[in-house]
């Protein structure tokens, strides 16, 4: 696993395989960071936690390589690419998380290269 700071407001990780609970402890902890350095509402930081990891667990069979991350005051943005595109745009990417995660999230779905952007307002 890579952590490239890319300037002050995004943070880009690379993942080698990483199991969906490691993805999901560094992608929280960039989060926490950012918003951290932008005066983030400390009870909005916390509503994020479970749909982050259910978007990571479902999307983690697909092989989630690379992740960045921006926060300004406006928003937070994730942007998961992913090693399996297969069939992507053709199922619900988040399976029965669907719920959980667009009750938090605005979600983009990109065939090419296989990726999700995950935009939550603040």
Do not use: K, Y
Request: glycine share 4%; hydrophobic share 50%.
């Amino acid at each position: 696993m890579n952590v490239i700071v890319e300037n002050l407001e995004t943070v880009r990780c690379d993942f080698d395989r990483c199991d969906s609970s490691m993805i999901f402890r560094v992608l929280l902890a960039v989060v926490d960071q950012l918003c951290a350095d932008i005066d983030t509402d400390l009870a909005m930081l916390e509503s994020l936690d479970v749909p982050l990891a259910e978007a990571i667990d479902a999307l983690h069979p697909r092989g989630v390589e690379e992740a960045s991350v921006s926060a300004s005051v406006e928003r937070i943005v994730i942007d998961l690419r992913l090693r399996d595109g297969v069939g992507f745009l053709d199922t619900a990417p988040f399976g029965d998380a669907g719920e959980i995660v667009e009750s938090f999230f605005d979600i983009d779905v990109f065939e090419v290269p296989p990726s999700v952007r995950l935009t939550a307002m603040l």
